[in-house]
């Protein structure tokens, strides 16, 4: 896996623009809708502690992508990936996040050293023998009260069917519907698993966001968000 994306450190970006050209839509907008989900998380789900500022770890967090749009959401920012070549391209270009590399059965990280671990997009590339580990070390890593969340692509969703199809490093790929994501989170030792639907509709615009919003409960967005607290 490493390998895999270590070749896609200069070319991740146009790689996934590839592979939803036939959208018409940016890779941008997918980013700054995950970055507007997590932003709600800090702010809804009481995340801050009085005193202390709220940190999160990106787990699998690639070239940093998500970065730059998460600048003013967390106090502090970490991320970590298998692939040491993206490590370094994110690295580069996101001074404020501090990065490490992974393995994938142990983070590098002590027990509830984090508010919130988040994973975005990373988990259909686990080999789903590893599913379940992969997100106990999410939960070791976050305090109790702390959030888990789990980001991934909507298997329901045509148009991410198509997307996963043309997208050149999503051919191992193996899709998890929210339900299995829910209870991989249960049996990791989440609790309160919370998931919603998005990017439904393709505009940023207010009424496209709350309509969105209302609608998240449906399996139809290309893309969904479980939440649990540890
Ligand atoms: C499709 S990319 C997503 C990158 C980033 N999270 C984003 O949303 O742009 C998947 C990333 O997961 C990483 N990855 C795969 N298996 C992993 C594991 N077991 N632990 C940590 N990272 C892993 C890959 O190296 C790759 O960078």
Not at 137 to 150: K, P, W
């Amino acid at each position: 896996m490493s390998e895999l994306f270590d070749s896609y450190r200069s070319s991740y970006s146009e790689a996934v623009e590839g592979s939803i050209r036939f959208s018409g839509l940016r890779h941008d907008f997918f980013l700054r809708a995950k970055a507007e989900l997590l932003r709600r998380l800090v702010l809804e789900q009481d995340l801050r502690r009085a005193g202390a500022g709220v940190r999160a770890l990106d787990v699998g967090c690639g070239v940093g992508s998500l970065h730059p749009h998460l600048a003013d959401v967390f106090d502090r920012l970490d991320g970590c990936d298998v692939s040491k070549e993206s490590l370094v391209r994110a690295s580069a270009e996101n001074p404020h996040v501090a990065y490490s590399v992974c393995t994938t059965s142990r983070l590098p990280y002590a027990d509830g050293m984090f508010d919130l671990a988040f994973a975005s997009c990373v988990v259909h590339h686990v080999p789903p023998a590893s599913w379940l580990g992969f997100i106990r070390e999410m939960r070791r890593v976050v305090r109790r009260g702390g959030l888990g969340c789990i980001i991934e692509h909507n298997p329901y969703n045509p148009l991410t069917r198509m997307a996963v199809l043309r997208c050149p490093f999503d051919k191992d790929a193996v899709l998890l519907r929210a339900g299995k994501a829910a209870s991989l989170l249960e049996q990791a030792g989440f609790r309160d698993v919370h998931c919603e639907h998005f990017l439904l509709l393709p505009s940023a615009k207010p009424l496209a966001r709350k309509l969105e919003g209302a609608l998240a409960w449906l399996p139809l967005g290309a893309q969904y968000a479980c939440v649990a607290r540890a």
